[in-house]
């Protein structure tokens, strides 16, 4: 089945450091989306992607649909203590009654004051 | 507006047992989906509702998960009987619309079932 490939898992950084993520797939998707997990939390949506080439600025996140609709990457600038959690990409192909997401295993950040 | 609510929010049951989660969309979302995250793993979509009609239950793992949507209002996703294997986060969402633009998707905390 349909996979996405998330890099890296794990991810041990000092606060105001630069962070960047991907996730990868030999599928194409429609639309990529990336969240986060708070502790005991839900995700939540951070950034929606919906087109090809795509670049889109969520404060210091920024992410990027990439050309051939088979990847994706999230980077997090200066980073903050609260920025620590799960991140997730995900993706989806819509049309017809097609609405599940596709998940990637996560990234866990910790920042270290 | 309210978001969607879970519980309970932790179960610890026996193997063998049955639990039973519950699901409160966001009010006026016809839409409603169950997604399972195991330890470590990715989170994995379980089935998805439109009202109380099943859209797409090709994500149940098998037929001892029982999910229902009455009156296309909550939903309950039941485990009859439960095997270590189900252990894990079980997370609902909802939405408006399914597909196309889906940034309408509003995931819960999740119920963390434990099976000992």
């Known amino acids: 089945g349909q996979q996405l490939n998330q890099s890296p898992q794990s991810m041990f950084i000092q606060e105001g450091e630069d962070v960047s993520m991907n996730c990868t797939s030999s599928?194409?998707?429609?639309?990529w989306l990336w969240y986060k997990q708070d502790p005991g939390e839900g995700p939540v949506l951070l950034i929606a992607?919906?087109?090809?080439?795509e670049l889109t600025s969520n404060g210091r996140l920024t992410a990027q649909f990439g050309i051939t609709r088979k990847d994706s990457f999230l980077n997090i600038s200066a980073s903050i203590p609260s920025d620590v959690g799960i991140y997730f990409c995900a993706a989806l192909n819509y049309g017809g009654s097609q609405g599940n997401l596709i998940f990637g295993k996560g990234t866990k950040l910790s920042v270290k004051p | 507006e309210a978001g969607v609510t879970q519980f309970p929010s932790h179960s610890v049951i026996e193997k063998g047992q049955t639990v039973t989660l519950r699901c409160d969309p966001i009010s006026g979302h016809d839409n409603l989906y169950w997604y399972r995250r195991v330890m470590g793993k990715e989170i994995k979509f379980l089935l998805h509702f439109v009202k109380e009609s099943k859209q797409d239950e090709s994500g149940m793992p098998n037929n001892r998960f029982l999910a229902e949507r009455t009156g296309g209002t909550y939903s309950t996703l039941k485990v009859q009987p439960a095997e270590l294997e189900d252990s894990g986060v079980y997370f609902c969402a909802s939405s408006r619309r399914s597909g196309g633009l889906n940034y309408g998707y509003t995931f819960g905390s999740g119920t963390r079932l434990t099976v000992v």
């Open positions: 599928s194409i998707f429609n639309t």
């Open positions: 992607l919906y087109k090809a080439g």
